[in-house]
T-cell receptor
Framework: KAGVTQTPRYLIKTRGQQVTLSCSPI?????VSWYQQTPGQGLQFLFE???????NKGNFPGRFSGRQFSNSRSEMNVSTLELGDSALYLC??????????????FGPGTRLTVL | TQLLEQSPQFLSIQEGENLTVYCNSS?????LQWYRQEPGEGPVLLVT?????EVKKLKRLTFQFGDARKDSSLHITAAQPGDTGLYLC?????????FGSGTKLNVKP
């Protein structure tokens, strides 16, 4: 079974531009979550989509948005990029375990650099 | 806000030594995961623990979930250089995950 895939792997943008990142979950997984990881803040939750609906949201400004398609693929968009948006953006798909909890599987991430 | 605290933040040991990493919270989670992450890559799931008091073994790694499902530990026996990486714990609150800040482990040959 293929893992979570993210494209592109690396991206360089300048301040003020916008960017769209893409994520394909593991086949059969309907939940997709996005995280931002920086050395100073660690892994921070952005949002989670399930069946094309945003189900959970973290504490990020409205410049960060996402969507999910009917095939469970997801995109996240960051508008008006700032230097502080430079980070590793991680996507994870999750499944319900037989024990009742969820477990997440991460993609390799997209390294975004804002100049 | 649910917070997961990991300790220690950094650990540098010699090959062959044992170590324990702790993940503590004041909140109850439906399950808890441990991940290992290498630089520039996504975290890789090592284990999921669900039942209070549960112990799981993965070769030289032993994971324990606290009886109250608020804390967990990861014990590595006879660490090897290949164990080097960032270890993250994450608590699951019905598919909303809260991550600890991580433990950076360096195992020197």
């Amino acid at each position: 079974k293929a893992g979570v895939t993210q494209t592109p792997r690396y991206l360089i943008k300048t301040r003020g531009q916008q960017v769209t990142l893409s994520c394909s979950p593991i086949s059969g997984h309907r939940s997709v979550s996005w995280y931002q990881q920086t050395p100073g803040q660690g892994l921070q939750f952005l949002f989670e989509y399930f069946s094309e609906t945003q189900r959970n949201k973290g504490n990020f400004p409205g410049r960060f948005s996402g969507r999910q398609f009917s095939n469970s693929r997801s995109e996240m968009n960051v508008s008006t990029l700032e230097l502080g948006d430079s980070a590793l953006y991680l996507c994870a798909s999750s499944r319900l375990t037989s024990g009742g909890g969820y477990e997440q599987f991460f993609g390799p991430g997209t390294r975004l650099t804002v100049l | 806000t649910q917070l997961l605290e990991q300790s220690p933040q950094f650990l540098s040991i010699q090959e062959g030594e044992n170590l324990t990493v702790y993940c503590n919270s004041s909140s109850v989670f439906s399950s808890l995961q441990w991940y290992r992450q290498e630089p520039g890559e996504g975290p890789v799931l090592l284990v999921t623990v669900v039942t209070g008091g549960e112990v799981k073994k993965l070769k030289r790694l032993t994971f324990q979930f606290g009886d109250a499902r608020k804390d967990s530990s990861l014990h590595i026996t006879a660490a090897q250089p290949g164990d080097t990486g960032l270890y993250l714990c994450a608590g699951d609150d019905f598919n909303k995950f809260y991550f600890g800040s991580g433990t950076k482990l360096n195992v020197k040959p």
